[in-house]
Nanobody, 126 residues
Framework: RIQLMESGGGSVQSGGSLRLSCVAS???????RGWFRQVPGKEREGVAA???????KYRESAEGRFTISRDLAKNAVYLQMNSLKPEDKAMFYC?????????????????????WGQGTQVTVSS
């Protein structure tokens, strides 16, 4: 079973930066990897995604502030978050593309993500 391990969350002040990392326990042949976030009482939402060719997709609120990147050799994906705002506070999850029948999955930007990390908390104070 694929395991995804996130790190890099923490607490920063508004305007600060954080870099999230996610490493997979094994080599992934999947095309897309992504980052999602969730706040209590709300649905998990896609933040950014990247494919093996480096093509990226961002939700509108992240465009221009967040940058997703990946290192295929290290099975890693990163999310550089700059100009953080209090509304960015959330649990961030790393995810990888999976078949549509994978339980617990969801679509973002037309891609089905079904394997998830445990999450890393991001807190932004005003």
């Amino acid at each position: 079973r694929i395991q995804l391990m996130e790190s890099g969350g923490g607490s920063v002040q508004s305007g600060g930066s954080l870099r999230l990392s996610c490493v997979a326990s094994e080599f992934l042949f999947t095309n897309y990897r992504g980052w999602f976030r969730q706040v209590p009482g709300k649905e998990r939402e896609g933040v950014a995604a990247i494919n093996r060719d480096g093509r990226t997709k961002y939700r509108e609120s992240a465009e221009g502030r967040f940058t997703i990147s990946r290192d295929l050799a290290k099975n890693a994906v990163y999310l550089q978050m700059n100009s953080l705002k209090p509304e960015d506070k959330a649990m961030f999850y790393c995810a990888t593309e999976s078949p549509p029948f994978t339980r617990g999955g969801q679509y973002y930007a037309g891609v089905h993500f079904g394997y998830w990390g445990q999450g890393t908390q991001v807190t932004v104070s005003s």
